[in-house]
C-alpha cells in the first residue's frame, strides 16, 4: 500500500458521495473531530491505569465514536447502502457517565481554570477542542444535510471533558484552581461550568 496518493494536490479530498475542496466546511467539521480525536489519546497516554482504568476505557470507546462522528460528517448524503452511525444510545452513556462523574468531584460554585494536573489540562483542550468542533458542526447542519445526533453528542461530549478533567484534578489530590474574579455561579453546586 502506498501511502500518499497524489489526489489531494489540487486542494480537493475524497468524501462518501464525491469530492469537496479542503477547506469546505464539511471537511472542516469532520476534521476537527479527527483532531479531537488525536487529542483524546494524547490524554490516555497521561492516565495512570491503576488511578483511571475506567475513565481510559470510556475515552478509548469515545475514540471509536469520533471515527463514528467523521464518518458520519463525511456522508455527503445518507443513503440506503450507507446509514448514520452515531445514535442517541451513545449521548445517554456520556449523560450517565457524567451524572457518576458530578457525584465524584468536589462541589463547584465559581468558574475554573482549565488545569491542575497535567492530565486535567489535557482533557480541558480536549474539552475546547470538543467546543470547536460543535460550532463547526453546526455550520454544517445550518447549510445541508448532516446526522443531527452527531451535534448533540458532541454537544454532551465537551460536558463530559469537562467532568472527567475535575475528577482527574480529584482523584491526585490537585485542587481546581478558581478564576479569582468569579462570582457564586453554580448555586445547585456540582453543575458544569460550559453548560450551552
Sequence with gaps: ??????TGDE??????????????????????????NSFVGVAITQLDEKVF??????????????????????????TDKRSYKVTED???FLEERIDEYIK???????????GGSPVAATLHVCRTITRRAERRITTLQLAGESNPIVLKYINRLSDYFFAIA???????????????????????GKRKQDTE
Design 1 to 6: 500500500m502506498r501511502l500518499y496518493t497524489r
Design 11 to 36: 486542494g480537493k479530498t475524497s468524501v462518501i458521495g464525491g469530492r469537496l475542496f479542503k477547506d469546505d466546511m464539511r471537511v472542516e467539521a469532520y476534521g476537527t473531530t479527527d483532531e479531537l
Design 53 to 78: 482504568p475506567d475513565i481510559q476505557a470510556e475515552l478509548v470507546k469515545i475514540q471509536h465514536e469520533l471515527f463514528d462522528c467523521g464518518g458520519d460528517l463525511a456522508m455527503v448524503k445518507e
Design 90 to 92: 451513545m449521548i445517554t
Design 104 to 114: 465524584e468531584a468536589p462541589e463547584l460554585e465559581r468558574f475554573i481554570l482549565p
Design 166 to 188: 475535575r475528577v482527574a484534578n480529584s482523584r491526585l489530590g490537585v485542587q481546581d484552581v478558581e478564576y479569582e474574579r468569579s462570582a457564586i455561579v453554580f448555586r445547585e
